[in-house]
């Protein structure tokens, strides 16, 4: 019942949090898309794995220890993981909003409560930390107001865990797919033909395995294949572009080396998963997927 009126409580900011989020998110996306290596790190391009997430561990419990530590009358230390709070705050916004400069639709507007949240929180713990820089004799108001920032960082976290476990975004869009070994009739696209001489050098080719859409490039008499929605967003690799031995995504522009699927740029943080191509006995061709 909670989760639900809660749930309620957050569905109703929609009205202003999506024409604050289109507009933030044209700054952000401008901001990152000219630091496009700044921007996959701080997603995690590197680590395999969201950046954020991970970081957000730390600011919650650095503030939960500064509540303990007050309470237990140690300021000195509580004003310590009070600021280690706060300096990580800050770096898990930066990693946030590298997410952020990709995220569309309902994400976006979830996320941007989320930003809104999470920001009045900081603020709160700002405004703390500075009277408690003071060294007043009667520390109730700071510490009040780092209980009330506690309390605002919980609710920012529940809306941040629904834009990744009710929305999924950044998560990988093939976790849950399987990888069998079974071959199975590969379905080319009409408008390529349906051999393999008949698809044009280094295009993208749009094909199907059973359930599966693929993304051919036929290089010479081999035939490289890859799940055709990325593994960032969704996007439609076959229509994407072939840059340096990559498929670059329409969406967002992750790239993915065709020969085996790996991650060449971000902001995907996971691999693309590749399929293996032979003749088949019967004549055209089969698939399965390989990793």
Same mark, same amino acid.
């Given at each position: 019942?909670?989760?639900?009126?809660?749930?309620?409580?957050?569905?109703?900011?929609?009205?202003?949090?999506?024409?604050?989020?289109?507009?933030?998110?044209?700054?952000?996306?401008?901001?990152?898309?000219?630091?496009?290596?700044?921007?996959?790190?701080?997603?995690?391009?590197?680590?395999?794995?969201?950046?954020?997430?991970?970081?957000?561990?730390?600011?919650?419990?650095?503030?939960?220890?500064?509540?303990?530590?007050?309470?237990?009358?140690?300021?000195?230390?509580?004003?310590?993981?009070?600021?280690?709070?706060?300096?990580?705050?800050?770096?898990?916004?930066?990693?946030?909003?590298?997410?952020?400069?990709?995220?569309?639709?309902?994400?976006?507007?979830?996320?941007?409560?989320?930003?809104? &949240?999470?920001?009045?929180?900081? +603020? =709160?713990? @700002?405004? !703390?930390?500075?009277?408690? $820089?003071? #060294? *007043?004799? %009667?520390?109730?108001?700071?510490?009040?107001?780092?209980?009330?920032?506690?309390?605002?960082?919980?609710?920012?976290?529940?809306?941040?865990?629904?834009?990744?476990?009710?929305?999924?975004?950044?998560?990988?869009?093939?976790?849950?797919?399987?990888?069998?070994?079974?071959?199975?009739?590969?379905?080319?696209?009409?408008?390529?033909?349906?051999?393999?001489?008949?698809?044009?050098?280094?295009?993208?080719?749009?094909?199907?395995?059973?359930?599966?859409?693929?993304?051919? &490039?036929?290089?010479?008499?081999? +035939? =490289?294949? @890859?799940? !055709?929605?990325?593994?960032? $967003?969704? #996007? *439609?690799? %076959?229509?994407?572009?072939?840059?340096?031995?990559?498929?670059?995504?329409?969406?967002?522009?992750?790239?993915?080396?065709?020969?085996?699927?790996?991650?060449?740029?971000?902001?995907?943080?996971?691999?693309?998963?590749?399929?293996?191509?032979?003749?088949?006995?019967?004549?055209?061709?089969?698939?399965?997927?390989?990793?």
């Amino acid at each position: 019942m909670l989760g639900r009126a809660l749930e309620r409580i957050v569905a109703a900011q929609t009205r202003w949090a999506k024409p604050l989020g289109d507009w933030l998110h044209g700054i952000v996306a401008a901001i990152f898309g000219r630091m496009l290596p700044v921007r996959d790190f701080l997603a995690g391009t590197w680590l395999g794995h969201p950046l954020h997430p991970l970081l957000t561990d730390v600011p919650i419990g650095a503030m939960t220890v500064t509540i303990v530590l007050d309470l237990i009358g140690q300021p000195v230390g509580a004003d310590v993981a009070l600021l280690i709070g706060i300096l990580t705050m800050l770096a898990s916004a930066l990693a946030g909003y590298a997410d952020y400069s990709t995220t569309d639709g309902r994400a976006r507007v979830r996320a941007t409560v989320h930003s809104v &949240v999470m920001l009045v929180s900081l +603020i =709160l713990y @700002l405004v !703390s930390l500075a009277i408690r $820089a003071t #060294g *007043p004799a %009667n520390r109730a108001l700071p510490i009040a107001l780092s209980i009330v920032a506690y309390v605002i960082l919980a609710g920012g976290a529940f809306v941040g865990g629904d834009v990744v476990f009710m929305l999924g975004n950044m998560v990988d869009r093939h976790a849950w797919r399987s990888a069998g070994t079974k071959w199975q009739k590969l379905q080319i696209d009409a408008a390529a033909g349906d051999a393999a001489g008949e698809i044009p050098e280094g295009t993208l080719v749009k094909a199907k395995v059973g359930l599966q859409d693929l993304v051919l &490039v036929r290089t010479g008499a081999t +035939i =490289l294949a @890859l799940h !055709s929605q990325c593994a960032h $967003a969704g #996007g *439609p690799l %076959n229509e994407g572009t072939i840059v340096d031995g990559c498929v670059e995504c329409p969406w967002h522009g992750s790239r993915f080396e065709l020969a085996t699927g790996r991650r060449r740029r971000g902001p995907t943080v996971y691999d693309q998963p590749i399929y293996e191509v032979r003749a088949a006995e019967a004549g055209g061709y089969e698939a399965r997927r390989a990793s």
